[in-house]
């Protein structure tokens, strides 16, 4: 039994995402193959090594796999699948987007973003935005595997693995980046902060969100976030979205501004340590999860708050 | 050209479901049924390139019970031009449904399938890269905007730091995400126009299609539920207790 991770970079650095995909591989058991794929990106393979528990980096270096496109992606894992009883990929964008193409070229079922491991063929994982958890056990010979991030614990990095170079598959094509406009932020990842100040609707409008949240959120070094209705009025963009079709955190703080606690919400948030609500109406189902809640105007709250911390 | 898109029944994303008490599914017998909330993003994007002189037909697919029509209707009234239904009472699972699509593409030849990024049911997120790659087509997953063009495919996507901007030849799988457009209401007229439009029926063994499940359910429960929390009067309140945690300085 061999699990095959998926490293996710940007060809210069390893996202911590695949520290907790490689801590799900460790508890699947066996031993564990980290493949990072990309373009000048010896630098990723390196720090990659020195994750524990991985033995073997495979490093596809190519012109090519620069943009890591689904289509090249999967092109050379699949040539690479034979080995593997497991192949793992953090259950982010490009995760989600590379591993079902993996799944149905190897004509195998996936299962999406687990948040336990029950045995090497057993894996619990949510449905109905996380309002039921579903034990599956998978009959495939090669299982094929994203993991949710904020279920496992990231692995520590005191390991020595060997770097193996792998010949380059051919490039797909049909695909070709245009432009991306990442959103620029001295803020830490939304995903991995250990605290969080996500605002609603009841923000009202893109200049109080900015104005009340930010000093906030500078106060307790947060990440900011939002629900839907913030993203889609053009509050923030929609890289902040929490939720069941949004971003998945767990930090140790999560505080909600303004926003009712709709499934979809709490699908993306509720498995955070602890929970401050702060609305104006009693009866959102907000405070349903908070473990603090707050009733009043967020336009008194917020700035007072702020003040005292 | 042609553009396929896939609309899945679905509970309707209000409904909070419960679990059968022996643990073996969702009880589902008496909710509301609605079409995959980025199926109607899916169908309207169809729509749209349909009314701008782009697609010359709009086909709407369905997979599962005979009830699927309904969903099928729906698509019909919001402007596809005809349907698809392909029956089983096998719960079907994400590959057995890309299966089932590249069997339905091999017939009708697609130039575009549009479907949503994400099934609110069973949060696979799954189908439209399947079916892609079993056809051997390029995708834009989690779409917030499509231009076509001369043959190519413009797609900006929702991924984790922002937005990306890609090109993709044509034909192609597009998965939809929450801001691609605001879906249409259907109006009474067109509800009742849609009744009139061709539905076709076809099943997995017609298609040559093998839908047997690859994973089996062993179990299905509810999440522990979260403490009881407490009401807090004031900032000083709220500020002491947070404190008392050791979540802030
Ligand atoms: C397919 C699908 C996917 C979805 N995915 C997501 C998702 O991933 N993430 C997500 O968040 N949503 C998602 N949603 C949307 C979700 O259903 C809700 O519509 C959304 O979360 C509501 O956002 P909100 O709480 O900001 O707005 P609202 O529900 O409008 O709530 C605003 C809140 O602000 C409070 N408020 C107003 N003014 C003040 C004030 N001055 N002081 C204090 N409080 C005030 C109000 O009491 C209210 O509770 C999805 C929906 C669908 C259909
Ligand atoms: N049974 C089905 N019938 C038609 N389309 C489906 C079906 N299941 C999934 N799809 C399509 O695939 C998308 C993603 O579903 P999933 O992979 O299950 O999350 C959905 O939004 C639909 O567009």
Same mark, same amino acid.
């Given at each position: 039994?061999?699990? =095959? ?7 210069? $650095? ?48 190519? *012109?090519?796999?620069?943009?890591? $496109? ?89 390991? @020595? ?58 106060? =307790? ?19 902040? @979205? ?7 955190? +767990?930090?140790? =703080? ?56 | ?40 993003? *899916? ?96 995708? +834009? ?46 109006? =009474? ?61």
């Amino acid at each position: 039994m061999t699990c =095959l991770v998926i490293a996710e970079h940007d060809n210069s $650095s390893l996202k911590s995402a695949t520290l907790n995909t490689v801590t799900a591989a460790a508890q699947i058991g066996g031993e564990i193959h980290l493949l990072v794929a990309g373009s000048a990106c010896a630098a990723v393979a390196k720090s990659a090594a020195k994750i524990t528990g991985v033995t073997k980096i495979l490093l596809a270096d190519a *012109a090519h796999y620069a943009e890591q $496109s689904p289509e090249n992606m999967a092109a050379l894992i699949v040539a690479h699948a034979v080995a593997y009883s497991h192949i793992l990929a953090p259950a982010t964008a490009a995760g989600k987007n590379i591993m079902p193409r993996v799944a149905a070229l190897l004509d195998t079922a996936q299962i999406s973003e687990i948040v336990a491991v029950h045995s090497p063929d057993t894996f619990v994982r949510p449905i109905y935005a996380g309002n039921v958890l579903l034990t599956v056990q998978s009959l495939d010979a090669v299982k094929v595997i994203t993991v949710r991030a904020t279920a496992f614990e990231a692995t520590a990095e005191s390991g @020595q693995a060997t770097i193996e170079h792998l010949t380059a598959t051919a490039d797909v094509g049909q695909s070709k980046l245009v432009s991306r406009e990442l959103t620029q932020s001295a803020r830490p990842e939304l995903a991995i902060a250990k605290v969080v100040v996500s605002g609603g609707r009841g923000l009202g409008n893109s200049e109080n969100f900015h104005r009340l949240l930010e000093p906030l959120a500078d106060k =307790l070094g947060a990440a900011l976030g939002a629900s839907r209705a913030a993203v889609d009025a053009g509050y923030v963009p929609n890289d902040f @979205q929490v939720g069941q079709t949004g971003k998945i955190v +767990a930090p140790q =703080l999560y505080i909600a501004v303004g926003i009712s606690g709709a499934i979809q919400h709490l699908a993306g948030m509720k498995d955070s340590r602890v929970i401050v609500a702060i609305n104006k109406d009693p009866d959102s189902a907000i405070f349903q999860v908070a473990d603090y809640g707050l009733v009043g105007d967020l336009f008194e709250i917020v700035p007072a708050l702020t003040a005292a911390l | 050209m042609k553009v396929l898109v896939l609309v899945k029944r679905v509970v309707d994303y209000n409904v909070k479901v419960r679990v059968k008490a022996d643990g073996s599914g969702v009880d589902i017998a008496n909710a509301k049924m609605s079409m995959n909330p980025f199926d109607e993003i *899916a169908v309207e994007e169809a729509v749209r390139l349909k009314e701008a002189g782009i697609a010359s037909e709009v086909i709407a697919v369905s997979a599962g019970i005979a009830n699927c029509q309904e969903t099928l209707r729906t698509a019909l009234a919001l402007g596809a031009d005809r349907a698809i239904l392909i029956e089983t009472d096998t719960q079907l699972q994400p590959l057995a449904i890309a299966k089932l699509l590249k069997a339905i593409c091999a017939k009708e030849q697609p130039q575009l399938v549009l479907c949503g990024k994400q099934a609110i049911d069973d949060d696979a997120n799954q189908t439209g890269q399947m079916l892609a790659a079993l056809m051997n087509w390029p995708q +834009a997953t989690f779409a917030s905007n499509v231009i076509v063009a001369n043959g190519t495919l413009t797609v900006t996507r929702e991924i984790d730091g922002g937005l990306e901007t890609i090109e993709i030849t044509l034909p192609a799988v597009v998965t939809t995400d929450l801001r691609l457009n605001e879906p249409r209401y259907a109006t =009474l007229p067109n509800i009742m126009k849609s009744k009139k439009k061709p539905l076709e029926t076809t099943t997995p063994q017609a298609l040559g299609v093998d839908v047997t499940p690859r994973l089996t359910t062993l179990n299905m429960a509810e999440p522990p539920k979260r403490a009881a929390g407490v009401m807090v009067a004031d900032v000083a309140e709220l500020v002491a207790k947070l404190r008392n945690e050791g979540v802030i300085a």
